[in-house]
């Protein structure tokens, strides 16, 4: 086997090794931005819940304000 044949193999290797270890680090890399975004997500999902519930017993409050000052108000108006 001459030494061109024996040099272009070992650079074969060589290329294909540093091919899938490059390819091995970009998946890693890919894998970890995705748990990031799905962490992310999932604060999200959770902010999103906390304030349908706080629009809801701000509902709720507006509801018993309103009753209170109907009430405040029929007892101004009764007679004394």
């Known amino acids: 086997m001459s ?5 272009a193999i070992i ?10 270890i490059g390819a091995l680090l ?3 890399v890919w894998q970890y931005r995705i748990e990031q975004l799905e962490n992310k997500v999932e604060r999200l999902g959770t902010v999103i819940e906390k304030t ?3 629009e809801e017993e ?3 409050f ?15 108006r009764r007679p004394q």
């Open 26 to 28: 970009s998946n890693k």
């Open 11 to 20: 650079g074969l290797f060589g290329s294909g090794i540093g091919s899938l």
């Open 58 to 60: 701000h509902n709720l």
């Open 62 to 76: 507006d509801e018993k304000f309103k009753v209170m000052n109907h009430r405040i108000a029929d007892l101004e």
């Open 52 to 54: 349908y519930k706080l």
């Open 3 to 7: 030494e061109a044949v024996l040099v």
